[in-house]
């Protein structure tokens, strides 16, 4: 059951490890010139975090969409989940939650 949990969240991992990349290398080239808060690249990686690979492909792409020269900006968090089933580990990768038998 463990296995199977872990390749599930695969993809959010190879998601998270791609912002975390591009956190690194990309985004200190630009510094801040992002309207919102946080920036967009740390609401794509927390959307991944927070809310797995589909749901955070289509939250950072609506936020894209928003960041253009007409938009106020502001402060803008990803939406948290109903119940959480992950947890975040130090490293900022998702792993599933512990169960006490």
């Known amino acids: ?25 990309v985004s200190p080239l630009y510094g801040q010139v992002c309207r919102y808060y946080p920036s967009c690249s740390r609401y794509a990686l927390e959307a991944y975090q927070l809310r797995g690979f589909l749901v955070g492909i289509a939250l950072t792409a609506w936020r894209l969409l928003r960041c253009n020269p007409f ?3 502001g402060v803008d968090d990803v939406p948290p989940p109903r119940r959480p089933k992950f947890v975040i580990n130090s490293r900022g990768f998702v792993r599933p939650i512990e169960r006490k038998a």
């Open 1 to 25: 059951m463990r296995l199977l949990l872990e390749i599930w969240l695969l993809p959010r991992n190879l998601a998270i490890a791609a912002m975390q990349l591009y956190r690194r290398i």
């Open 71 to 73: 938009s106020a900006g």
